[in-house]
């Protein structure tokens, strides 16, 4: 059975290349009637915190990955990892490290003074006997470092193919610290086998530690999960996607108004081509289609646009039943409206979600839409003002239109156009001209839904009081 994890660590609340990855792995668990594991890679005490924990499970949560075993913490395993550890020294495919970080460093520092590369010497590998029971008895702090054998590692990327590294690239790593904390590469591999964890699906940045898990797989004689490794996504300015680009966690698109299933189909189709583009895909559909081999090698750019893009289209595609209450929450956010419509009232409110959501791309774009015909107050733009509100002949025209409304019994999108047309026609004039001049005295944007559904909606009697403030706009 296929056995994927996601296992992120609490430094930071839940990022796009993050959510990416447990998307990918959710997808493939999921197509494969698999497992998704969700693992918290705590043992950064100094840096995890249990708030960013909190807030990766709300992320996963909003997105809807939900997890078929976990959370397990890796805070809460610290001495299973130290026993393994241990084992492998016991094994002879680690040994215990002496050296203190500052000789470490001034070691370093001094190879870089004469221009040359430094990496660990294996000087406690040689330590007798009574030099490691001096320090022992001196309580020096001790490390526990892996022994890396001659040779070369190979294995075949999901995605990359095959990868091969020479073992004297790699220095004897530290798989248990001086504090007694373990390693990224031991609490990886040590929780991967006791999971079973059968596919490693993680960031192109982790490449470069496979080898040295690799050769942990071996040394405990454990099979060898399949790796595949995600192209890393770029910011607008192609560099790697990060704070500095204003994308800080999933979460932050859920208050600017994104919808789960956009979100998902956005990061998904960032890097993994199902055949159709431009398409908003049910999460039924991803878990059909999706396969390793249909994800890009490339960089994506992270695309703002596509996002806008694929949440306009579900939101045009949501019933105005459905909508209508993510509406509601945040005209009352904005202090637009104050309680739930019912009755009549309802009935007219569905009317204006229906007439706004084709032009909304995000949940935010509602109250500004819908302020005119929630509000008395009007933010007029000032460029649309002096495009489509000073022609001189407006000031005979309006007011002929105004007295055709007022007399008007039934004040209809149909009976709406019939008079503004009849009455273009009798002034020589293009209907063109008022209706940008009713739009915008009615709502203030030179942009909105159809003029005469606009009109009906606000109603005759607002409609008028709009158009009488004419001079002074």
Request: hydrophobic residues 35%.
């Amino acid at each position: 059975m296929v056995r994927v994890r996601f296992a992120p660590s609490p430094t930071g609340y839940l990022h796009i290349g993050a959510a990416r990855t447990s998307l990918f792995n959710w997808l493939f668990a999921r197509h494969h009637k698999g497992k998704f594991i969700l693992r918290i890679e705590d043992t950064d005490l100094a840096r995890s915190s249990e708030e960013m924990s909190r807030g990766i499970l709300e992320g996963l949560n909003w997105l809807g990955l939900e997890w078929d075993e976990g959370p397990l913490y890796q805070s809460e395993r610290i001495d299973v990892y130290r026993k393994r550890a241990e084992e492998l020294v016991g094994k002879g495919c680690a040994y215990n490290c002496f050296c203190l970080p500052e000789e470490i460093r001034e070691r370093k520092e001094m190879a870089s003074s004469r221009g040359e590369y430094w990496e660990y010497d294996r000087r406690c590998l040689k330590l007798s006997e009574r030099e490691k029971s001096k320090f022992e008895e001196e309580g020096r702090p001790k490390a526990i470092r892996f022994l890396v054998p001659e040779g070369e590692i190979r294995y075949s990327d999901l995605i990359h193919g095959p990868i091969s590294v020479a073992s004297k690239n790699i220095e004897d790593f530290v798989l248990l610290r001086g504090d007694g904390l373990p390693t990224y590469h031991l609490s990886v591999v040590v929780d991967d086998i006791e999971q079973g964890i059968t596919h490693v699906i993680r960031g192109d940045d982790h490449i470069s530690n496979t080898p040295k898990q690799i050769l942990l797989y071996k040394a405990f004689g454990s099979p060898l999960p399949q790796f595949a490794h995600l192209a890393l996504i770029l910011g607008p300015d192609k560099k790697k996607l990060s704070k500095r680009h204003g994308v800080t966690s999933i979460l932050q698109f859920r208050e600017e108004g994104y919808f789960p299933l956009a979100m998902l189909n956005f990061l998904a189709q960032m890097s993994w081509s199902p055949g159709e583009e431009k398409r908003l895909y049910s999460l039924g559909e991803m878990i059909k289609e999706f396969s390793l081999e249909k994800l890009s090698k490339g960089s994506p750019v992270f695309d703002l646009d596509k996002l806008d893009w694929l949440n306009g289209q579900l939101i045009s595609q949501m019933s105005v039943d459905e909508l209508a209450p993510y509406v509601f929450e945040e005209l009352k956010r904005e202090n637009i409206i104050q309680s739930e419509p019912s009755g009549k009232k309802k009935d007219w409110y569905l009317k204006l979600v229906e007439l706004l959501k084709e032009r909304s791309r995000k949940i935010k774009d509602f109250p500004l839409r819908a302020k005119p015909f929630l509000s008395g107050d009007i933010d007029y733009d000032p460029a649309g003002i002096e495009k489509y509100l000073r022609d001189e002949r407006l000031e005979e025209l309006l007011p002929k239109l105004r007295e055709d409304f007022a007399r008007m019994e039934s004040f209809t999108v149909e009976n709406i156009e019939k008079v503004l047309r009849l009455r273009a026609e009798k002034e020589g004039v293009k209907a063109a001209l008022l209706i940008h001049a009713l739009r915008m005295l009615v709502v203030g944007t030179p942009v909105s839904p159809g003029i005469f559904d606009v009109l009906e909606l606000i109603g005759k009697e607002k409609t008028i009081e709009r158009m009488d403030k004419f001079p002074e706009i």
